[in-house]
């Protein structure tokens, strides 16, 4: 029975159909179903950790940008510290030249 034709009938037309067949028809769609659950189940775990390992790289990416906004605040308050060193510098520099 095709697939497509099975979704269309209702539940009482599906129980007849499948009351006619055969243990053995019976026994080989059970097994077919059991080896689908079983693809299925592992698409879903491929997925799952798929999903991890994704949201893993958004988590390092995230703490990678936070890493990168620390580093740059360290260098502005570096810079501001050369700047306040070489303007005093230059005043002593400048105060020298003046005795």
């Given at each position: ?9 209702g ?17 080989e ?8 659950i ?13 999903l ?25 308050e570096?810079?501001?510290a ?6 005093n ?9 003046k005795?």
């Open positions: 029975m095709k697939q497509g034709k099975w979704k269309e009938k539940q009482k037309e599906q129980n007849d159909d499948l009351s006619k067949l055969s243990k053995k028809d019976l026994l769609i059970m097994l077919r179903q059991g080896e689908e079983d693809a299925l189940r592992a698409e879903v775990q491929e997925l799952k950790d798929k991890e390992a994704r949201e893993i790289d958004v988590a390092r990416v995230g703490t990678l940008a936070e890493a990168s906004l620390a580093v740059t605040e360290i260098f502005k570096a810079d501001k050369a700047m306040t060193y070489l303007t510098l230059k005043r002593i520099a400048e105060g020298g030249m005795k």
